[in-house]
């Protein structure tokens, strides 16, 4: 067995330009016994074993899922720094991928871990993970002091199989980004903030191509910085003394430094820059953009978009300090407020960057840091020419290309487009120029986009939907009518806004405290409503159920007072409700149905219908009720509940807790308005969400107390969210509408990506989605690609249709979310109208205009007789075996009192010919 650790500068892979390379392991063992001898099973895994890969031996570890149990883990004792480490890189080999449901891999520090995790396609897979991915679990004492690393293999579906690891390696670079530790402990209300904002821009760094290390203040102080050439202080409130007088030292040897928004009075002056007040964007949104004017910056964007909700103002206060970058609003116009300030010593800009406009954000940072490490614009010319054909589900150009064919002219020509922008940005970095070739390679990408985004056919009778976060719209100066006028342009059909909170409203509650927003601009939820109902929208009013994050203090502070706020297992009060308790019981019940009374809605739902985590609610009155409930007293509260004998009966007493409101909500607002629609966004990982947050959606769908249920599946792995929806299929079976969401803004996907997870979602079986979140920045890409060729063409809702059960003689299988039959006889579908659905005015007549076979993608495959537009008494068709996935749907049309016709579709669950 080879040295645990090799430093191998002289052997970097292509492009890793001034990167340190780390051999963690190699996986070089001799044989299964040397394997086994540095590897230790848990959880009941089998003893791993070797594999050849690539001329030499990787790790094999097998996956018996057949039988009882969660996952194969194994452990290695180690003995490593990596507190200087910006990125991992492992090989990962998979045989089948449908028992699997994700790969982690651990380092154990003290007494805590560090987690990521990540999925794989079948076969090798060549995985990269930030360290700003790893999520740390219980206490670890730190990067610096590495005891051991875990691989765990997760269960999916049952199934055996084998994954492979092997040569898994970090990296550490002349780059670093500071997480200002020392800010977020002296502040921790800001910790938070501090945390995500370094590792945003430590993502961004590497979408740029750009190798960085993720360090903290502590590291800064051991002298992390000493050898690097940029650092970069993504957000520091309060920055700590200490570390502008290391940050100082190091640009006084040469390095430089990069400050976003908070900084001190010295670290100003280590910039040669002052700082002149501080202002909120206002209703103008002055600090929308940052246009730059920097004309001997190579490959510096001419504007980023930003969407800041306040700034710091700055001006230069030396002679090599000049401002390269202006405040403007959404439509270009300068404020005069300078945004962006370059000197000798560094490039200050007066807020953190945002999630907005990220690519062009990669490009800024690789400018940036291009003037003081020139290096970068290879990597990131080789990363750009490598990346930019990756385009929704396609690796490669060629199987772009493929597809684009059979789609029409417009998808060629944007095809050709960016074929040649690619040919002449390969050009450009064989002649030396490689930030031209950055620019001619994001061309390519932006034209190739195109391609795919025009590639596309639409599906009638699918509900096409965004939720939007803010309450306000995300143009709230310009009204919901400008928000919902993108929308509709581009094929939307339903909106789903955040409305109201536990502790908080945005329209005119007689129950909550009113947010300031609705004396502004009006009561939210009557202003989207008719604007929405006048664009044939759908709203379905979200409201955050227990969570007072954002609750005004005097109302918190009352709730304390009258022992109403969960409480943790350390004994601390959170701002969060506790569910058993009967008064918030009561003040989530009255007002979830006081926006059904009040307002037009064409539903209601649920979110953060849950525990916040499962270390709440531990508080006196859940004791007393939990002991009721159980007929015997706790004698050690509350660890007996938390992780004793006790914790799987009090893991369902929460679940009951949390039901027992959507059931009363769903039953009480079909009773005031039977067309309303209860909906609840949940957790993706069902049935694992009982356990952790008292979430049992799988029970509420199965005991028809939603009328669709809309899983959030954020995740930029396209194979996992493929996994994640045919699961939640077999999960739903066909009971209801539904809907998966789609993270566009969480964890943050490119249009493409959202894009082709809409198509699996379709392909699967899935009635629509629902994408996560309309705000300006997927106003202006996410929902115009859609809207170019998927979403064209009239649709409706498929909640707005009579109540059908199909009756399938099988199962829906987790592994792809169909029903499998045989090739070789026909199948007879039975299907039942439960009733002819409910609606605002009495539907006189209901027409079944056709019963149809349909492939996933809504195209007729054949259409079976009816009588004079009526199904027959007892309705059943028998389809023969044919290739694809398959749909029966029940198509027609609704006649009201008022003349006005509405049509209507109900899909079966998918199946397939197969066996």
Known sequence: MRLLTILALSALPLGLLHAQEIVIDDFEYADDAAAQAAWRPDQGSPPVRVMDHDGGKALRIDCPFTQEMERSVYDRAVNLNLSQVGQFTLDYYVDDVKPLRGFSLYFRSGDGWYGAGFNGEKGWNEITLLKSDFRTEDTPAGWDQISGFRLSQWKNNAGDTFVGIDNLKAYSSEIAVVMSTKSAAAAPNEARTVESVAEGVHKLLHQAGIIADLISDEDVLAGALEGRRVAIFAYAPGMDAQVIEAAKQFVAGGGKVFQFYSIEARMAEVLGL?????????????FSKVAFEAPDIPGLPAVVGQDSWNANLVQPARPDARVIGWWTTPDGQRTGEPAMILSDSGVYMGHVLTGAD???????????????????????????????????????????????AGYGDKAKTALKAGEDSLKAAQAALDGGKASESCELAMKARESFGQAYALAHRPRAGEFRAYWEHSGTGPFPDKGWGYALDILKTNGYNAIVPNMWWAGLAYYKSDILPVDSRVEKYGDQIEQCVREAHTRGIEVHAWKVNWNLGNAPREFIDKLRGENRLAIDVKGEAQDWLCASNPANYQLEYDTMLEVARKYDVDGIHFDYIRYRDDTICYCDGCRQRFEAEVGQPVANWPADCYNGALRDRYRDFRCEQITRLVKAVSEEAHRIKPYVKVSAAVFSDYPSCRRSVGQDWGLWV???????????????????????????????????????GIGASAPGIPADQALAQAEIARDLGADGFTIFQFDRTTAASHAPAMGQALLTGGTYTPNAAPKIVFQLPGEVSPDDGAAHFAKAAPVEIAFQVKDWGHFRQEAKQTLVSSVELQKTDGSTVEKFPMVAGRLPREPKVTVKAQD????????????????????YIVRSPTFVFDK
């Open 274 to 286: 002052k700082t002149t007040g501080w202002k909120q964007a206002g209703d103008a949104n002055i």
């Open 358 to 404: 990220s690519e062009n954000k990669a490009q800024m940072l690789t400018a940036l840091i291009g003037l003081f490490v020139p290096e970068v614009w290879t990597r990131k010319a080789e990363r750009s020419l490598k990346v930019a054909a990756n385009i929704g589900p396609f690796a490669a150009l060629a199987d772009l290309r493929t597809y684009v």
């Open 884 to 903: 694809g996935r398959l749909r029966l749907a029940v198509l027609g049309t609704l006649r009201f009192a008022d003349g006005s016709e509405q049509p």
């Open 702 to 740: 199965k005991e028809g107390y939603l009328d669709f249920v809309c899983p959030m599946d954020y995740t930029d792995s396209l194979s996992g969210y493929r996994r994640t929806v045919a699961k939640q299929l077999s999960i739903i079976g066909g009971r209801m509408p539904f809907y998966p």
